[in-house]
């Protein structure tokens, strides 16, 4: 059963504009959601995370809006660059295992 | 500091074989879990080692087992393969168990079930 609803599965952006990743959940137990960013080859990586007491929390780049009414959260990705180009990853926790997203596929063209 | 260590990096196996994945945590780290990751599922949660014990598993049938020794490597293995257990098995430590907002990855092994 997938606990965690993660769109789009792919995704193509421009250099310099704004990726948008969209993840929803069922559990309402869930109290953390990272989102994990996964190159070639390499395992995922934590990229940033919130909790169900905030409305969205950024990082450089990275902002996280979170929705808990809706169940939904989100990644936006502003001024994107070649470099963004990975899998993204959601996921929720309470206080056992990761429940993670399908993955999105990002791919920012210069 | 190293990181999460796992060997192979592939494995080509036929079915019905057996196979067994290494991951060596970071230094100091007692949990590490284990994840299958396939395109379209994403990751999906295998089981969990703590000081030697499975804490938590998942939806996985009994093929698939592990196990922790004294100085946190843990060991997992895949019995009878089937063509559906072709994927990368990624191995991730922490300092406590189900501490999942310090959970640091492998690069993963790549098995291949022909």
């Known amino acids: 059963q997938q606990q965690v609803k993660q769109s789009p599965q792919s995704l193509i952006v421009q250099k310099g504009g704004i990726s948008i990743i969209n993840c929803a959940y069922e559990?309402?137990?869930?109290?953390?959601f990272p989102w994990y960013q996964q190159f070639p080859g390499k395992g995922p990586a934590l990229l940033i995370a919130?909790?169900?007491?905030?409305s969205e929390k950024k990082e450089g780049r990275f902002t996280i809006s979170f929705n808990k009414s809706a169940k939904q959260f989100s990644l936006h990705i502003m001024d994107s660059q070649p470099g963004d180009s990975a899998t993204y990853f959601c996921?929720?926790?309470?206080?056992?295992?990761?429940?993670f997203g399908t993955g999105t596929r990002l791919q920012v063209f210069p | 500091k190293a990181g999460v260590t796992q060997t192979p990096r592939y494995l080509i196996k036929t079915r019905g074989q057996q196979v067994t994945l290494s991951c060596s945590p970071i230094?100091?780290?007692?949990?590490v879990s284990w994840y299958q990751q396939t395109p379209g599922q994403g990751l999906q949660f295998l089981f969990e080692?703590?000081?030697?014990?499975?804490?938590n598993k998942g939806n996985f049938p009994g093929r698939f087992s592990g196990r922790q020794f004294s100085n946190s490597r843990s060991e997992m293995n895949v019995s009878t393969l089937e063509l559906g257990d072709s994927a990368l098995y990624l191995c991730?430590?922490?300092?406590?168990?189900?501490?999942?907002?310090?959970?640091?990855f492998g690069s993963g092994t790549q098995l291949s079930v022909l």
């Open positions: 919130i909790r169900p007491d905030v």
């Open positions: 991730a430590s922490s300092l406590f168990s189900g501490d999942n907002e310090k959970l640091f």
């Open positions: 080692y703590f000081s030697e014990t499975q804490r």
């Open positions: 559990n309402t137990a869930f109290d953390y």
């Open positions: 996921a929720a926790s309470r206080t056992d295992k990761l429940i």
């Open positions: 230094s100091g780290h007692r949990s």
